[in-house]
């Protein structure tokens, strides 16, 4: 079975500096990996996504992951914070069954707080 | 163009009463899935709709039921209520048949049991 660890819970960085959530992932093969963003009281928004190729990966709001096989690491990454990224954020995983659009994990999510 | 549409937004319910979300799908979206999101956790998968059969199943009880409609939109009935059934609902509506995970997540209906 698959399963996602985000072993970080709350993470408080300063506007401006630069961002890394940790995101770990067990799965038999490569697994389809997310990001999610959530804010209070909101559904989730889809940051950036990893299905093949290149292993860094661009999303919107000017955030990045990186996909290492080796570590089972799928970490988000932002060079500037702003204040508006602070947020709730999810690393999820799917399976490569061939079935489309199939069942997500998500881990238990890191809550990131940006200070002024 | 329409995202996901959950109703109600929130509501309160007793321990051992019944409970229907509704949501709606994205315009041209076919599959609608459904997640519990506890407070403090993230989403876990209850079940998955496509052609109106139950298509995938987490690792929920019996309690919690679907159904999906002729025109794709779905509900998600739980009976019997627990304390621990409180959470945030989200749906989640998709294709099919792109193979690329192509959700799309409503706001989420906040159920409180006392």
């Known amino acids: 079975a698959q399963s996602v660890t985000q072993p970080d819970i709350h993470i408080t960085v300063s506007e401006g500096a630069s961002l890394e959530l940790r995101c770990n992932y067990s799965y038999g093969a490569t697994p389809y990996l997310f990001w999610y963003v959530q804010s209070p009281g909101q559904g989730l928004q889809l940051l950036l996504k990893y299905f093949s190729g290149d292993t860094l990966v661009q999303g919107i709001k000017g955030f990045e992951a990186e996909f290492k096989r080796s570590q089972s690491s799928f970490n988000l990454r932002k060079p500037s914070v702003h204040w508006s990224d602070a947020a709730e954020y999810f690393c999820?995983?799917?399976?490569?069954?061939?079935?489309?659009?199939?069942?997500?994990?998500f881990g238990t999510g890191t809550r990131l707080q940006v200070t002024l | 163009d329409a995202g996901v549409t959950q109703s109600p937004t929130h509501l309160i319910k007793t321990r051992g009463q019944q409970v229907t979300l509704r949501c709606s799908p994205k315009?041209?979206?076919?599959?609608v899935s459904w997640y519990q999101q506890a407070l403090g956790q993230g989403p876990q998968f209850i079940f998955q709709y496509y052609e109106e059969e139950e298509r995938q199943r987490g690792n929920f009880p019996d309690r919690f039921s679907g159904h999906q409609f002729p025109n794709y939109s779905s509900e998600l009935n739980v009976n019997a209520l627990l304390l621990g059934d409180s959470a945030l609902y989200l749906c989640?509506?998709?294709?099919?048949?792109?193979?690329?995970?192509?959700?799309?997540f409503g706001s989420g209906t906040r159920l409180t049991v006392v």
């Open positions: 315009s041209g979206h076919d599959t």
């Open positions: 989640a509506s998709s294709f099919r048949h792109l193979s690329n995970y192509g959700y799309t």
């Open positions: 999820a995983v799917g399976a490569r069954d061939g079935v489309g659009a199939s069942k997500l994990t």
